[in-house]
Each structure stands twice: as structure tokens, then as C-alpha cells.
């Protein structure tokens, strides 16, 4: 074993598939969720995958002794990873409150506990949220930092400082940012998947729900924007691949000396796609027509945002390489498979 990590979140869409990659490479996983955005049956999923049931424990990061009796009862926590957040950006103007205090007191606690139990490296959930509507495109990691335009995204540039004043206060510990473009698609296995509760805010698993009649129709925000079809641009990145990407970034913090205190990485692959290229991707690849309309825009989405990865693909030796095409295979399957088991 490579050590044990706790994985806050874990039961969520990127924090499964992140745990399956990391049992995957020798790692340990505990998880820690309150289950408010997803639900216990992931374990199951993770286990078929990997044959390995991660330790879980249900219970709230921004409960301090929750905190306090999973390192206690778990020693030598080497790493941890943060999923847990709230996360959706039209929510967040309506609950900024609840939105301040769970994802950053969720990051207060778990900084302050890091050096008391031995806590080698923090891998920090970010978003290229934090770049609002880039100047020009793709984005490096030295792209100027926006002011967010949404309370999640202030979260998200929040704690990044947060996490960079820590570290600067000279506590014996590392922590890596991750921003994530947009991640979408599934396991290939369809065992585990993006299983929003009630109605999809982001645009694959509504066009997925459409596809399969759950939705009427897809409703598509805008085509008179300034771009080649009108519709918006993104970073689509697969979800393993970006589960992966932890992996690297979690192995050259706890065993790379090169690794600098502070570190962080754009998880994209590189490559701008509309919103109706990704309709039509998914349409070509699976046989099945998306039914949607054009709409009116959507406040407060940016235009067109993709990353440059190639400081990822450099320092951390990973690449995105799952195509768009055969990422709508596998958001189509797992969309399927919850058919087939009656889940929607
Ligand atoms: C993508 C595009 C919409 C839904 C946000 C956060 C980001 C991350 C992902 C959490 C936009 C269009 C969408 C729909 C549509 N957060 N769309 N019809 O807004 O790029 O990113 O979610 O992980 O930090 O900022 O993602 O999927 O909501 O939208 O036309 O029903 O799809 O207008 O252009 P977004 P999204």
C-alpha cells in the first residue's frame, strides 16, 4: 500500500472516480461525505469496479470533531484530497451564506487538523471558475484572476488564498491546486457516473436526461454568442481522465522532493468545444438525437473558456487523452445503466 488518503466528497462525481484511480494505484481510500448531493449506493459502485470497498464515513467536514475522530481512529493519513463542496453556481446567488460557511469552513478545519496529525499534502479542488471570462484563450496558470462572478466561484479564488497564505506561514505541508475545466462523462464501466440530485444545472447529464426522455428537451442557452456556431465554448475533459490527474498530482506531492510547497495545474485538454459541437458529438457517436431548443442566454455564463494543460502535461506527466466522442459513449451508457436499474 502507498499509504492511506482521506477523500472528502468521495462519494461524489469526481471524488468516485477519483477513489477508483487512486485504489488503482496502491493508495488506501477513506472517504468522508454527508451525502448531501450524492448517495451510499456509489460504494457499491467503486467496489465493483475495484474490488475494494473504501472506508467510509458518513458525517460533515465542517464538523470539527467529526474531523478530529476520523484521524484519530485512521493514523498515518498521509494525503488528503477535497471534493466536498457545494457547487452549483446559479445556487450559490440564491444561498451565498450557506455557500461561504460549508466550503470554506470545510478547508479551515482541514488545514488546521493537517499539521497536527502529520498531514503530508492537501489536493485542492479548484475551477477555472477562478479565471472568470478570460482575455484570451486557452488559459495558463498565470492567466489573470477575475473577480468571480458567482459566490461558488468566489469560494473557490477564497480558498485558493487561503491555502497559499497556510502554506506561506511555513507549516510543514504541501498542497497542490487542481482547476478543473469542465469535467463530463463517465466510468467506462457505467457503474459509476454524474447522478445529480433533482433537476441537472450542468449541461451533459440534462442532455443525457433529454436524450433518454427523462426531459422534455435540452434547452440551449444562447446561439448569438461571438463564436463560430453562437453557441458557448468549454473545456469538456473526461472525468478519468481528470480522476487520474489527482493521482499524479498526489504521488508528486507526498514523493517528489521537486514538488514545491505550493503547486497548481489546469486540468483541460486543451481543446475549445461549443455546446452544439458536444450535442452533435454526442448524437454522431450514439445514434440517438438530443432533442433541444435554442433558448435565451443564460446570466452569468462566460463565452468561452478552455484550458492550457501543458504545464500538467510537463510537470505531472499526464495528459487527457479520452476523446469528446467516446466520453458521450460514456455518459450515454451510464445514463442507460440507471435506466436498466430503475434509478430514473
Ligand atoms: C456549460 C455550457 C451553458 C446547461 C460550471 C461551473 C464550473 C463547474 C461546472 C462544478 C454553458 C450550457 C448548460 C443547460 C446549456 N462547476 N448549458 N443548457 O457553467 O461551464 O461550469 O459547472 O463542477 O466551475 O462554473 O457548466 O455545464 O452548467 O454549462 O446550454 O441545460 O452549457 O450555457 O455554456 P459551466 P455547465
Not at 449506493?41 to 464538523?63: A, M, N, Q, W
Not at 452549483?88 to 451565498?96: L, M, Q, T
Not at 463564436?227 to 490527474?245: E, H, M, Q, W, Y
Not at 489546469?266 to 454522431?284: H, Q
Request: proline letters at 5%.
Amino acid at each position: 500500500m502507498k499509504g492511506r488518503i482521506l477523500v472528502t466528497g468521495g462519494t461524489g462525481y469526481i471524488g468516485s472516480h477519483t477513489t477508483v484511480e487512486l485504489q488503482s494505484a496502491g493508495y488506501e481510500v477513506i472517504i468522508i461525505d454527508n451525502l448531501s448531493n450524492s448517495n451510499v449506493e456509489v460504494l457499491d459502485g467503486i467496489e465493483r469496479i475495484s474490488g475494494v470497498r473504501p472506508e467510509f464515513i458518513k458525517g460533515d467536514c465542517t464538523d470539527m470533531d467529526c474531523l478530529k475522530s476520523i484521524f484519530e481512529k485512521y493514523p498515518d493519513i498521509k494525503g488528503i484530497i477535497n471534493f466536498a463542496a457545494s457547487k452549483a453556481v446559479g445556487e450559490s446567488v440564491d444561498k451565498p451564506i450557506m455557500y461561504y460557511r460549508n466550503n470554506l469552513n470545510t478547508l479551515y478545519n482541514l488545514l488546521e487538523l493537517m499539521p497536527v496529525y502529520g498531514v503530508k499534502g492537501l489536493v485542492f479542488s479548484s475551477s477555472c471558475t477562478v479565471y472568470g471570462e478570460p482575455d484570451e484563450n486557452p488559459v495558463t496558470e498565470n492567466s489573470p484572476i477575475k473577480k468571480a462572478t458567482s459566490p461558488y466561484g468566489n469560494t473557490k479564488q477564497i480558498a485558493e488564498e487561503v491555502i497559499a497564505d497556510f502554506i506561506a506561514s511555513g507549516v510543514p505541508v504541501k498542497s497542490t491546486l487542481l482547476r478543473y475545466f469542465n469535467p463530463v462523462g463517465a466510468h467506462p464501466s457505467a457503474e459509476i457516473g454524474e447522478l445529480p440530485n433533482g433537476v441537472p444545472n450542468n449541461l451533459v447529464p440534462f442532455l443525457t436526461q433529454a436524450a433518454i426522455g427523462i426531459r422534455k428537451e435540452l434547452s440551449v442557452f444562447g446561439n448569438d454568442y461571438d463564436t463560430p456556431d453562437g453557441s458557448c465554448i468549454r473545456d469538456f475533459i473526461n472525468v478519468v481522465d481528470l480522476a487520474k490527474a489527482h493521482v499524479c498530482a498526489l504521488d508528486r506531492m507526498l514523493e517528489n522532493p521537486d514538488c514545491e510547497s505550493l503547486e497548481i495545474y489546469n486540468l483541460g485538454t486543451g481543446k475549445g468545444v461549443s455546446v452544439l459541437e458536444l450535442i452533435n458529438a454526442f448524437e454522431k457517436v450514439n445514434g440517438v438525437k438530443v432533442p433541444y431548443k435554442i433558448v435565451g442566454r443564460r446570466t452569468g455564463d462566460i463565452v468561452k473558456v478552455w484550458g492550457d494543460p501543458s504545464k500538467a502535461n510537463r510537470i505531472l506527466g499526464w495528459k487527457a487523452e479520452i476523446s469528446v466522442e467516446e466520453t458521450m459513449r460514456t455518459a450515454w451508457n451510464w445514463q442507460l445503466k440507471l435506466r436498466e436499474r430503475g434509478v430514473m
